[in-house]
């Protein structure tokens, strides 16, 4: 048994018990334990702080994503970069452990109650972590920060690093998201020009134009939809249209125990969420929505549509009509010429804003067992990784080979697709694990880099990422995970899914008393108890 493990190895043999079936994948050599034992260092990045005498090995995972031809996850270009480097910085060796990406949290939890864990782990998950930090698995690296990572506390900030906080302790180090944005609207710009119309800028002028758009059909198209909407039963919900008709001086309890998240169910009892559901009712009842938009569960019909040129407008993921495979964007512009999608922010809310939920700041979180021997290797190892040239080389190669800088973006030369310099995920996040997306070190680069991601569509993406930022924020920060949704979640989610698809297809003269009736159930199934525990959480997380 490994010094300091034992309590950690007993709290952890029901987790071990549980998944000993994957265990014989874990003897993969990781070994957390030091060559010697750790050397003494100075805050910062000083001399004696980057160049100990005692040689160690930094273990640390990676994720195989078992892509075809991928290289040698140990030994390859990357690798090779970061032993070249920090490795002979601080005379260290980095040794990489590879995880299945579709088994991460699994393999994670046997390599943990086992001891065999690398030095550096992380996961996506945020109840996993809550789960180590409880049973005593994990580092508290707040004081190792201190003396090790000012670069990376610096890069960071307090609003990423919070999100690795549990119970006053730094268990985790977030990565940093650099793309938050979420969900935008569309629409057929070609068909508002055609009909002398401005452009949307609030839920009523939006209605006005569906209106427009079904009587006129500016489209020539035969079954016009003005707006396109999908049921997709796994995540239900209205978008960002809620935004139009939420009150903006909700208190900052009701705002983090109501407010929708992407792993929440629809926010029943939020202030003016039912207002929204009727919106989509009065359109759904007067033809100006997608006619089978329960069925279609996976948003095809809706991609065929708006390929097709029926679809007037349409809200989505930032991004969606831009993505490749071909896009609906690429199908439009090919079977109707000329035709034109542009973002719009139509959802202004009683402040005269247009609220915009996306993402958190923070990406995966980064661990540290308790069992390992070398955390002050591990912050100095994220805090080497913040220095703007090793991020640049992690997520591009080298300038002239890889990647050619173009108004101050690399673009790459495709010599990172293939080989020993296959990068088998964008931008290399596998191996530059701080950032999760593209980094540059300045906003504008970044979206000007995510833009040339998308070959023929750079100026449309660049629009369609200022648009989504507009008015932009982030979920409530909880750093309790709620037990109460974990188990729930399933069941609320088919629930609400088919609390949508009544309300939306109601009679208006009926929709005020179904809403209440579906509501009650909803709570009595366990949405009273998901809500009375965030509830807790809040009040517990601000002392009250």
């Not at 673009?411 to 293939?418: A, C, D, K, L």
């Not at 366990?526 to 009040?539: L, M, Q, S, W």
């Amino acid at each position: 048994m490994k010094v300091g493990a034992s309590r950690w190895i007993s709290m952890a043999l029901a987790t071990l018990m549980i998944v000993s079936t994957l265990a014989a994948c874990s003897s993969n050599g990781a070994n957390k334990s030091s060559d010697t034992e750790p050397a003494s260092s100075t805050p910062g990045n000083t001399a004696s702080d980057s160049a100990p005498k005692e040689h160690r090995t930094l273990t640390v995972e990676v994720f195989d994503r078992g892509k075809p031809g991928q290289p040698d996850l140990n030994n390859n270009y990357w690798t090779k970069y970061i032993n070249d480097n920090f490795g002979k910085q601080y005379n260290a060796t980095v040794k990489f452990v590879t995880v299945p990406r579709s088994q991460e949290v699994e393999k994670l939890n046997v390599l943990m109650a086992s001891s065999d864990a690398p030095d550096i782990v992380f996961t996506y998950d945020a109840g996993t972590v809550y789960k180590f930090s409880q049973q005593g698995g994990l580092t508290d690296l707040g004081p190792v920060l201190e003396q090790h990572g000012t670069d990376l506390v610096n890069y960071l900030g307090e609003e990423i690093l919070k999100y690795g906080k549990i119970d006053g302790k730094q268990y985790a180090i977030p990565g940093k998201r650099t793309v938050l944005a979420g969900f935008n609207t569309f629409i057929r710009k070609d068909w508002l020009d055609k009909l002398s119309l401005p452009v949307p800028t609030t839920a009523e002028q939006f209605y006005d134009t569906m209106v427009a758009f079904k009587e006129k059909n500016p489209g020539n198209v035969t079954g016009v939809i003005p707006f396109g909407y999908s049921l997709n039963s796994a995540t239900p919900g209205l978008g960002d249209l809620i935004e139009a008709f939420k009150p903006s001086n909700l208190t900052e309890q009701q705002f983090a125990t109501l407010q929708p998240n992407s792993v929440r169910t629809p926010p029943w009892t939020m202030p003016g969420y039912d207002k929204a559901v009727q919106f989509m009712n009065k359109m759904f009842n007067e033809g100006l929505i997608s006619p089978n938009f329960t069925t279609d569960k996976d948003g095809k019909q809706l991609d065929a549509d708006i390929s097709n040129g029926k679809v007037g407008a349409f809200s989505t993921n930032w991004d969606g009509p831009y993505r490749t495979a071909p896009g609906n964007y690429t199908n439009l512009k090919t079977n109707v010429p000329g035709a034109e999608l542009i973002p719009i922010n139509p959802w202004q809310n009683d402040a005269g804003k247009h609220p915009k939920q996306g993402y958190s700041p923070n990406g995966m979180f980064i661990l540290v067992p308790t069992f390992s021997k070398n955390a002050d290797l591990a912050v100095q190892y994220l805090n080497w990784m913040v220095d703007p040239k090793n991020t640049l080389f992690l997520q591009n190669g080298e300038e002239g080979v890889d990647f050619n800088m173009v108004n101050g973006v690399p673009v790459q030369t495709g010599t990172t697709t293939s080989g020993d310099k296959m990068m088998t995920v964008a931008n290399n996040l596998d191996y530059d694990i701080l950032s999760n997306g593209i980094e540059l070190g300045d906003p504008q680069k970044n979206a000007a880099a995510i833009s040339a991601g998308y070959p023929g569509f750079e100026k449309e993406v660049e629009e369609a990422l200022k648009v989504a930022m507009t008015d932009y924020y982030a979920p409530y920060y909880f750093s309790i995970p709620n037990s109460a949704e974990a188990k729930y979640h399933g069941q609320l989610t088919s629930l609400s899914a088919q609390m949508l698809a009544k309300l939306i297809f109601a009679k208006p003269a009926e929709f005020d008393g179904l809403y209440k009736t579906l509501v009650e159930q909803y709570m009595e199934q366990g949405g009273k108890a998901v809500e009375d525990e965030f509830i807790k959480n809040y009040e517990t997380q601000n002392g009250q």
